[in-house]
């Protein structure tokens, strides 16, 4: 279908234009919206057209098709040279493993704008950073080398630096600059892990492809065991793992809604997309060497995020929390070095990406037409706002693995594979279920239901705005779609795992 | 001839239609009850489509290796297919939820009249709690199952929370599916198992078609298949509210009547049942889980029986008999299982089906009289009823059909199962002692079921009423389907004598299983029904307990007072707190739970999130100090170099290749 068109570089570039156009509209801000939302929208479509051609010619001989000869294959490949003395080269592609993410930030950034609606300070500098935002996230989950991946992954950090610390809330200078460093910190790590990787590999090439090829005869094992824990380590901290999380919880609580949403629905992604595509495939046997330290960490998450959360006063804070328990999951998966597991592992980050979505836009309604997020204040909005209600409900369900629903395969599959791996270990993560159900119904019950709130003034509460009731909406939507039809995504997830399991230990 | 059975998965289609419309059509298009009309078209669809492939089955036809299946999940090397599964224990299934469904829904356009605009939310809700309750008992595989299984919960935790604007209402929904799930996680892990060892959760497989058991192939050790049944066993606990987990139940009685009559006689509970039905194939190869599945049964049959006798809600007495009744469908199961491997007979498995299905019916109709009774005096408490006989006569002679019934005397239906229940618990008793004291336990619940079920049914319409209601009979769509449900239950317990017998029909499900037929004849089974003195053990006990509660609850001067004082009057205390049970819940769940919660929150604010934040404070006063080594001394600055040089080596050389690596 885009037989010589660079179509990835055309996405990436459209949301740049328009934050440049945003950026430079002047007086006319109050156009800054309708730019965003067009230029989002027509990378949304470009990338579902992508997902279409994607489905129809899935690989052999059209333009564009790239062969990795043992290293992923990607569809629509492009490779232009950059700076030639040090190999670094602006290579995209899509395969089973990204094509997911890619389509999800192209939606939830059009999402999130739509939601943005009625942003009133400073909105070309509001819109123009969400672009810069989704090209950022664009870039990573294309990239193919090194070095541009490195820049894309910085480049995100500074949109969402000025979201929370420009439109936040309180307390945002802090979080901020909390979220800032922390996740800097991390990304020097995985500088570390890169350069190392390029200089050990000798290929003068910051390839992705070219640095495995090296590593598979140049990467002793005691050298991937340390690059491959500096590049978990700068993942991990993204996805968020316990011990290093607790930039999440005051970063998401100071962020505006449509910040908080892109930063769990898209950059806790990378975090997991960056394991799987990077850590594990080229760097195998430090994987292995470290394979419980990720279980451990995975289980921890898991269980602390979910038990965190049943202590939450804050909703949209618990929301958070909630998160650190669900990537979890994408971990576990990764650790068990299962098919089974490892594909799970990249469904949930996509169901969660679409469920933690429609948690964090419901926390926004609650907020905006509240005024507050506190659960104690809150209580019997039903009345005042069913569809708010109803839709709650049904995201609080998705999220807490109900079958029907997105969470449930990603979910029931990684336990399987953990049960395959450990055995009996598996009641460990397996109490989360219980828990998770415990906190959502219980805000549920203290914040939708019973009588109705006389802590918080609740004579101009109304229901939800369309800008509001449209995205999510049409994320439950998707959510049903997928929990009921999970293999329309899984059958390009399956083959990609399979690559890299067959990377592990020679296949 | 159209071969009906093949169409089985449009059974749960027509309820699922009936919510989308209701759900989504423009409310002034909904017509009669706000869309009650679209319910009862859904539920008459289902009902007659389920009596025609009911009608295929009775006929010899099984739908259960050979149906078309369709492909939900491929993943590595298991391919996940979905189809469906009709045998005789889904005819049973069917025949319950398709009858009670479609009464109940009728009987709604009654009851939930004044509802107003809630009446849409309702139906919609009931509609799809019916669907998928359909969608459970026709499923071919665990998975599916399981997946239907969460969403009868889900349907169950919206309707019990129906008035989500009562406290009590919101906290007994979420409750309710809370310790489900707590059942669920276990039914969950004992899947996973199965699936690890075996690589698919199809019956068709598991159960082995004419290739032996999946021990026998060596596709799982046994102690793995012991717990993947006793876990899956846990599921059923959750769902069919048994001990330790049966608390759930009497406090989901929040949400309306009409659906507790649901959930008590058709839907939800029911489904743990089937799924200990179903695993039997798997259970019969576990002596350990079943001798579990027996004893948790017969526990539960008693302590809920002790816990309705004290309770004041009519409901409250209604939801503990629904636990003790479920105890006894376990029980028999329990017993059935041994009965199958030592006996190789299946009347402890054919026992506990029959009685599902006359629980069924009794059930609903004791909830929907029970539903009639509060409609008319607006309250559930027995303390302030009485004396209704003359104002609602229809009422109150169903309500004591129902009553009659459960108790176990003949030859209502109650008295059939009950019997055959309790007969293959003594049978086990050959094989192991237990099942003895299992029986007596069984046999004593007996008496308790019909004295508590005539003290309410004494206290509700007998004596001089005890408040000022105006009451009166309720409309006859609601009084028709007291009157359907009451002549089935006079009637069903006959289907032990009609054409093949019951026994025999349901048999049929497990003929994989080393079962001889009973090959009994229809005469035979009466000639041993009647000449086994234990038979007349527990009648006695049964007319005992009328007896009894005829002496306390009707008779004048009987001092009742002598319950509250000394021993008695702490027992009943006791019992009032159901024995303190819920409470512990209550401990549990908040002091140890909600404790761990706070003290994880608390230590990660001040000792996680307090090392990032001294970390921070420690750097920034480093600069400070730092700065002072920015002096513009060069040697100073290369004295650093070659530290640091010096120090990095030490760790490079030495360090690293101590820690092994």
Redo the contacts between chains.
């Keep these: 279908m885009f037989e010589g068109v660079p179509i990835i570089s055309i996405i990436i570039l459209l949301p740049l234009i328009g934050a440049i156009m945003s950026f430079s509209l002047g007086r006319h801000d109050k156009y800054a919206k309708w730019v965003a939302l067009g230029f989002s929208t027509a990378a949304l479509v470009l990338s579902l057209l992508v997902v279409v051609a994607f489905m129809v010619e899935p690989n052999t001989g059209s333009e564009g098709y790239h062969e990795g000869n043992g290293f992923f294959d990607f569809q629509f490949y492009e490779e232009y040279s950059w700076i030639e003395s040090l190999g670094i080269r602006y290579i995209v592609g899509l395969d089973g493993l990204s094509i997911a993410l890619f389509v999800l930030t192209t939606l939830l950034s059009t999402i999130s704008i739509l939601f943005s609606w009625d942003t009133k300070l400073r909105p070309k500098e509001y819109f123009g950073l969400m672009l810069v935002l989704e090209v950022g996230v664009l870039g990573v989950f294309t990239t193919l080398d090194y070095f541009v991946f490195y820049v894309f992954w910085e480049i995100v950090l500074i949109p969402m630096y000025f979201l929370i610390g420009v439109w936040g809330g309180p307390n945002k200078d802090y979080a901020a600059i ?1 979220f800032f ?2 996740t800097h910190i991390a990304s020097l790590a995985l500088l570390i892990a890169i350069m190392a990787m390029y200089f050990e590999a000798g290929a003068n090439s910051f390839g992705m492809e070219d640095i495995w090829r090296a590593g598979q005869s140049e990467f002793a094992r ?1 050298f991937q ?2 690059v491959f824990a500096a590049a978990f380590f700068g993942f991990g901290v993204k996805l968020p793992m ?2 290093f ?3 999440l919880p005051d970063a998401h609580v100071e962020a505006p809604t449509a910040g908080s949403v892109l930063l769990a629905g898209l950059l806790l992604k990378m975090g997991g997309y960056g394991i799987i595509r990077v850590a594990m495939p080229t760097l195998p046997e430090g994987a292995e060497a470290l394979q419980l330290v990720m279980a451990a960490i995975a289980i921890a998450s898991i269980l ?1 995020g979910a ?6 006063r804050d909703l949209k804070k618990m929301v958070a929390f909630s998160s650190i328990s669900h990537m979890g999951f994408v971990l576990l998966g990764y650790a068990t070095f ?3 597991g490892v ?2 592992g990249v469904f949930q980050m996509f169901a969660h990406g679409l469920v933690t979505a429609v948690l964090f836009m419901m926390c926004g309604v609650v907020q905006h037409h509240c005024g507050t997020r506190i659960i104690q204040d809150l209580g ?1 909005l ?2 005042k706002m069913p569809a708010a209600s109803t839709m709650m409900t049904i995201g609080f ?1 998705a999220s807490l693995g ?3 629903l997105v969470s ?2 990603a979910e ?2 990684v ?2 594979s953990m ?2 791996t450990w055995a009996l270990w ?2 460990l993560p ?2 989360s ?3 998770t ?2 906190y959502y ?2 805000a ?2 203290r914040s ?5 709130t006389t802590k918080i003034d609740t004579s101009h509460v109304h229901d939800m705005n369309w800008y509001e009731s449209v995205p999510v909406g049409l994320l439950l939507a998707l959510i049903a779609l997928f929990g009921v039809f ?2 329309v995504v ?2 390009y997830i ?1 083959p990609a795992v ?1 690559i890299v399991l067959d990377l592990f230990g020679g296949g | 001839m159209i071969d009906w059975i093949a169409y089985a998965w449009l059974i749960p289609v027509f309820p699922f239609l009936a919510f989308v419309l209701i759900g989504l059509l423009p409310k002034r298009t909904l017509g009669w009850e706000d869309g009650g009309g679209y319910a009862v078209a859904g539920a008459a669809g289902a009902l007659v489509l389920s009596m025609l492939v009911i009608w295929d089955v009775l006929n010899g036809q099984t739908l259960t290796h050979d149906a078309p299946r369709s ?8 391919r996940i297919e979905f189809g469906i599964w009709v045998d005789q224990l889904t005819a049973v299934m069917l025949v319950v939820i398709s009858v009670v469904g479609t009464l109940v829904v009728i009987y709604s356009g009654g009851y939930m009249h004044e509802e107003g605009v809630g009446r849409r939310r309702y139906y919609a809700e009931i509609m799809l709690f019916i669907s998928v309750m359909y969608g459970l008992v026709i499923a071919d595989n665990y ?1 599916q199952m ?3 299984w ?2 009868v919960g ?1 349907c169950s ?1 919206l309707l019990i ?1 129906f008035w ?4 009590s ?3 007994a ?2 409750r309710a ?2 310790v489900t ?2 059942g ?2 276990m039914l ?2 004992g899947l ?2 199965l ?2 060892y075996v690589g698919t959760l199809d019956f068709a497989v598991l159960f082995g078609q004419g290739a032996g058991s999946i021990v026998s192939r060596g596709e799982i050790p046994q102690d793995m298949l012991t717990l993947a049944t006793a876990l899956i066993f846990g599921g059923a606990i959750g769902k069919s509210a048994q001990f330790p987990l049966h608390e759930w139940l009497p406090d989901a009685m929040e949400g309306p009547t009409t659906v507790s009559a649901l959930i008590h006689a058709a839907t939800m509970v029911k489904a743990g049942v089937y799924l200990t039905a179903r695993t039997y194939p798997l259970l019969v190869q576990t002596p350990e889980s079943l001798l579990f599945v027996a004893i948790i049964g017969g526990v539960t049959a008693l302590i809920a029986a002790t816990c309705a006798l004290a309770a004041n809600d009519i409901k409250r007495v209604l939801a503990y008999s629904t636990v003790s009744q479920l105890g006894y469908m376990i029980l028999a199961l329990g017993a059935g299982g041994y009965l199958v491997i030592h006996a190789h007979e299946a009347g402890g498995y054919a026992a506990a089906m029959f009685h599902l299905m006359n629980h069924g019916f009794f059930k609903a109709l004791l909830f929907l009289c029970a539903g009639s009774v509060i409609h008319s005096v607006g309250t559930n408490d027995m303390r302030s009823m009485g004396g209704l006989r003359g104002k609602m006569p229809i009422t109150s002679i169903t309500m004591l059909i129902g009553s009659v019934a459960i108790a176990g005397i003949p030859p209502l239906s109650g008295f059939w199962s009950k019997d055959e229940v309790l007969a293959a618990v003594y049978e086990g008793g050959e094989f192991d002692p237990v099942f003895f004291a299992l029986w007596a336990m069984g046999v004593a619940t007996a008496f308790l079921t019909a004295f508590y079920m005539f003290r309410m049914w004494f206290m509700t319409f007998a004596g001089a009423p005890r408040s000022e209601v105006h009451a009166h009979e309720s409309p006859k769509i609601m009084t028709v389907p007291l009157m359907i449900l009451a002549g089935l239950a006079l009637v069903s317990g006959f289907a032990l004598f009609v054409g093949e017998g019951f026994m025999g029909f349901i048999e049929r499900s497990i003929e994989d299983l080393p079962v001889t037929p009973l090959h009994e004849s229809l005469t035979d089974i009466a000639v041993r029904i009647f000449t086994d003195p234990l038979t007349y053990v527990s009648l006695v006990l049964a007319v005992a307990g009328i007896l009894l509660a005829y002496r306390v609850y009707y008779l004048p001067g009987f001092d009742r007072s002598v319950f509250a004082v000394g021993v008695r009057g702490k027992l009943q205390r006791a019992l009032e707190n159901r024995w303190y049970i819920s409470q512990f819940y209550d401990d549990f ?1 908040v002091k140890v ?2 404790g ?3 003290v ?2 608390w230590f ?1 604010i001040y000792v ?2 307090g090392i ?1 934040n001294g970390f ?1 404070y420690l750097g920034a006063n480093m600069g400070a100090t730092i700065r002072k080594a920015q002096s513009g001394n060069v040697q100073r600055y290369a004295s650093l170099i070659i530290l640091g040089i010096v120090v990095l080596l030490v760790f490079i050389l030495y360090v ?1 290749p101590w820690g092994g ?1």
Excluded: N
């Design positions: 909390k460093i922390y005691t065991i340390a316990v011990p999380h607790t930039w602390y038990l965190v959360c049943l202590a939450q299962t098919q089974v594909a799970a019997g039903s009345k369900l109900l079958p029907g449930f395969a029931f599959m336990l399987a049960f395959d598996l009641f397996i109490i279920v219980a828990i159900a415990a119904l219980w549920l019950q939708m239901f019973g009588p109705l999970p293999l899984f059958q399956d399979r | 492909t939900w999940l491929i993943i590595g090397d298991f998975l399981f997946i239907f969460e969403l889900l935790y929370g989500y604007e009562k406290p209402a919101a906290s929904a979420k599916f809370i799930r707590v669920d996680i969950m892990a996973i198992i699936f690890k769940a739970w909600y761990f919660a706070l994880a929150d990660d996680i999130d990032v921070a690293l690596w």
